[in-house]
């Protein structure tokens, strides 16, 4: 008998600038990573987004592979300035033509959408206008495009998510410098990351006052930290971390309120978050729906007396990264009896289980849906086929972790690898593959359907008994 309930549902994700493409059709507005990429230096080997797989124009096509694979659901992202070119104002009904036409052929196919609403492609009229995140004007305007979204979709869809990962747009974009808006300034990103929390209160409580008939909920990177040893020091920077990591992203959607050691801490070191009346109650109000959860790997953390920032391995070569210190307060370091990626990520399905207890542990037994899941490798092609068994099983070993914390009593209702499509990785351009369709850059954007692709038909097709 399966270990997954009978209405579990499978799926795949992707993200609009990582598959779209079309960046300037049909009077789309540029986005922060349209101008981002193209700026020398920022991403592996200058690649970009504006053609990425081009989703936009074969839609239909991608579509058409998702339901012989068996999808039974989908979750996407929607490019805010598509719809609103200068981030508010004027609608760009094309845009709106664009995702309504893909609800429509995805609910033709009997595939749910589930739709993140922001997964970090900002209008970068926004940034020009007030700085994007750094400012309280964001926080109307990201309601003003969420009532747009339910508005015009909120009749066929009831599946949404707010954000996706603010760790990594707002710890990369503004405290690690390596996102746009290329910051280094912790006092900023605190305070945009306050404003991302109230966003995403404000969407929620739109979506509640519209009505819409379904869920929202919040999505985060799932990190489980663990100390390298035993010391009581190592075990304070790992306490720390975990605050940063989990309680300070979780804690304002899931509670309504802040870690208050953390905040204290944070208020005391730098003044922020600032907050205005009525932010408190906004917060603890709007509580999320679902929390989903993004896994890819766990972090060792160790004390830190001597490293301060961020050097990532964005080419793929092992051993390369040296990863992310705060001087005086943790650092990440390589477990020396761990597996790892040739991007340098530990692969760790037990931490899938261990990580989703804790959030349990703290925030009791939520609905949550497991949004990212996945293996990005340099699949071999061999004779023509790409042989990507290293993706199948490291999704068997999650697949698997994921049963085993149902088993414990988790309420996870859905799983959505990482990718349904090979698509452009932000920093480490289309040589860090996840998808389950291989995606031709030297033959017009050819799909062809790797092994991994028969594979999780059959597991979905046996709700994840034939793994
Ligand atoms: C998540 C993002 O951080 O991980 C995705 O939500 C991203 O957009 C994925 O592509 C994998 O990360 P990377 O850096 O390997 O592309």
Redo the contacts with the bound molecule.
């Keep these: 008998m399966s270990q997954f309930p009978k209405d579990f549902l499978w799926g795949a994700a992707t ?1 609009s600038y ?1 598959v779209e493409g079309g960046h300037d059709a049909e009077g789309k507005g540029l986005s922060n990573w349209d101008v981002f990429s193209h700026l020398p230096g920022t991403t592996y080997q200058g690649t970009n987004g504006d053609v990425a797989v081009d989703h936009y124009h074969r839609f239909k096509e991608d579509v058409a592979l998702m339901a012989e694979l068996g999808m039974q659901t989908y979750r996407f992202s929607i490019s805010w300035p598509r719809l609103l070119p200068q981030g508010t104002g004027k609608v760009n009904e094309a845009g709106v033509k664009f995702y309504s036409d893909l609800i429509d052929e995805l609910l033709k196919h009997n595939i749910r959408p589930m739709i993140t609403l922001y ?1 970090w492609d900002l209008p970068q009229a926004l940034q020009d206008k007030f700085g994007g995140w750094a400012s309280r004007e964001i926080v109307d305007a990201f309601d003003g495009y969420a009532r747009l979204c339910y508005e015009r979709f909120g009749d066929r869809v009831d599946l949404w998510s707010t954000f ?2 603010t760790i ?1 747009f707002i710890g990369m974009g503004y405290f690690t410098g390596q996102h746009p808006p290329k910051l280094n300034d912790p006092k900023v990103g605190i305070q945009a990351c306050h404003h991302v929390f109230l966003a995403n209160a404000r969407a929620v409580k739109s979506f509640r006052e519209m009505k819409i008939n379904g869920q929202i909920g919040f999505v985060n ?1 799932l990190q489980p930290n663990d100390p390298i040893s035993d010391s009581l020091e190592d075990r304070r920077a790992c306490e720390f971390a975990e605050g940063i990591f989990t309680h300070w992203l979780y804690d304002p959607v899931l509670k309504g309120e802040y870690p208050a050691e953390l905040l204290a801490m944070a208020q005391q070191a730098f003044g922020v978050p600032e907050f205005h009346p009525g932010d408190e109650q906004l917060l603890k109000e709007n509580i999320v729906d679902f929390i989903g959860l ?1 896994y ?1 790997k766990r972090e060792m953390i160790a004390h830190n007396d001597d490293i301060n920032g961020f050097e990532m391995n964005n080419s793929g070569q092992k051993g390369s990264g040296r990863g992310l210190g705060f001087k005086g307060l943790f650092k990440t370091v390589r477990n020396p009896n761990g597996v790892y990626t040739d ?1 340098d990520w530990e692969v760790y399905p037990q931490g899938l289980t261990d990580a989703i207890g804790r959030i349990t542990h703290r925030y009791g037994n939520i609905p949550i849906y497991i949004t ?1 899941n996945g293996l ?1 490798a340099k699949d071999p092609i061999v004779n023509g086929e790409v042989l990507d068994q290293p993706r199948i099983d490291y999704l068997r070993d999650h697949i698997k972790a994921t049963a085993d914390a149902i088993a414990q009593g988790a309420d996870v209702r859905g799983y959505y690898p ?1 990718s349904f499509i090979d698509l452009l ?4 351009g289309y040589q ?1 593959q ?1 998808g389950f369709v291989y995606v031709d850059h030297e033959n017009n954007l050819a799909r062809k359907k790797k092994l991994s692709f028969d594979w999780y038909r059959k597991v979905i097709e046996s709700n994840g008994e034939t793994l």
């Design positions: 993200a990582q997964h996706n990962e990594v990177v993004n890819y991007w990212e990005g990482w990785s932000w920093l480490n860090k996840y």
